[in-house]
Every structure is written in structure tokens, then in C-alpha cells.
């Protein structure tokens, strides 16, 4: 899937309607969502805009929790939640898709490093691999030696990648766009916008198609 950062129309030219991710590798519901998405970008001619963001930033500062947390003391709630993900995965035939058995996985490493990959201009084969890591090969993606390897494997220079992820404006970045994200009232992932308008979760991708097509 190709996406973007972001391009200027040329004078005379009609802005192409964009979709804005807020991504973070650490949701399963992220890669459900990120590979369900190529039909609707197809059938609008709509650009992905990833905006990656720290969802356990966005916990703390929304006083959020992941839906295990949050509903496992709800009788029957998990189990249905569950249903609903494997109606997902037939629905849009990701069988790819596998629960990580290291889950949960501080993504921090492997979002700094998209942050840096989206500036070397491989973002989408970085984002790609590392989704594959995480939510099919089952991989301990928070070990950035893994997550280098992983890289490496996908034809980029991993050591690199991973040594950026401590450079001050690759921190910066992920701090700004994880605050920005929540102070327009972002409080999950997978959450989208388009026309500034939110939509969160996968189970929200039909009215995300819809709003492209108005």
C-alpha cells in the first residue's frame, strides 16, 4: 500500500482528499485496520496520511486503558469483542493475522523508528515489515536488535533505522504528534480523520469510506 506524508496541490489543481491514520504498531486493531484499507483508497482516490503516535502516550494522558483491561471484568465482553475481530478477519480476508504471544509490546522503538523511516523516505516498506513482526510472525518487536533484523530482511538498513531512533528530533516528533493527536481528541488507535472530523476504530472504516466519497 502506498501512502504519503502529505503533498501541496499544484495551482489549479483540486486537493486530493486525505485520510489521517494515527498509527501506532502496538494495536492488533492497527494492522487489521491498515490492511483493510486498500479498497477504500482504491474506490476514492483518497492519500493515506500515517501520523505515527505512542498509544500508551495516549492512555496516560486520556486516562484510557486497552479493551483487556477495561472490559475484562465484564461477563461475555472480551468473548464478544473477540467474535467481532474474527468477523473482521473474514470479512477482509487477513488470515495473515495472528495474536503476538509476547503481547502487550512497548512499541516505542519500532514507532521512533517509523518516524525516522517516514524521513528517509522508506516509510512504507519500514511500516509494512514491522507490521508483518509484529501481528503475523509473532515476534518480540519491543527488542530493537528484532526489530532490526526484521529490517534488515526487508531490504533496509535496520542498524541504521534503530540507531536513529535516539536522535532528539525523532523523540520530539513522536511526542508532538502523540499530544497533538489527543488534544484533537484522539483517545484510541486506530483513529482517523478526515476533514478533521474523528473516526476511531476499525469497525468505523464504512463511514470513514463514506465521508471520502461525499
Aim: glycine share 10%.
Amino acid at each position: 500500500m502506498n501512502w504519503i506524508c502529505g503533498l501541496a496541490a499544484k495551482p489549479g489543481e483540486e486537493k486530493m482528499k486525505q485520510l489521517e491514520f494515527i498509527f501506532d504498531f502496538a494495536s492488533p486493531n492497527a494492522y487489521l485496520a491498515y490492511h483493510a484499507l486498500g479498497p477504500i483508497l482504491a474506490a476514492t482516490g483518497a492519500e493515506l496520511v500515517i501520523t505515527p503516535c505512542l498509544l500508551g502516550g495516549i492512555f496516560k494522558a486520556t486516562s484510557n486503558q486497552a479493551p483487556m483491561v477495561a472490559f475484562g471484568g465484564i461477563k461475555g465482553k472480551m468473548d464478544y469483542e473477540m467474535l467481532e475481530m474474527r468477523r473482521f478477519i473474514a470479512r477482509h480476508k487477513l488470515t495473515a493475522f495472528k495474536m503476538n504471544p509476547h503481547f502487550p509490546l512497548n512499541s516505542i522503538h519500532a514507532i521512533r523508528g517509523l518516524i525516522a523511516a517516514q524521513a528517509a523516505g522508506v516509510g512504507t516498506p519500514y511500516l509494512e515489515a514491522v507490521l508483518k513482526g509484529y501481528w503475523e510472525d509473532g515476534l518480540k518487536m519491543d527488542d530493537q536488535a528484532v526489530i532490526a533484523e526484521v529490517l534488515t530482511q526487508a531490504g533496509l538498513d535496520g542498524p541504521a533505522l534503530m540507531a536513529a531512533t535516539a536522535e532528539p528530533d525523532v523523540k520530539a516528533t513522536l511526542v508532538a504528534n502523540t499530544e497533538g493527536a489527543v488534544g484533537r481528541g484522539v483517545f484510541g488507535i486506530p483513529s482517523f480523520f478526515v476533514a478533521n472530523e474523528l473516526y476511531f476504530g476499525k469497525d468505523r472504516l464504512g463511514q470513514v469510506e463514506e465521508a471520502l466519497s461525499a
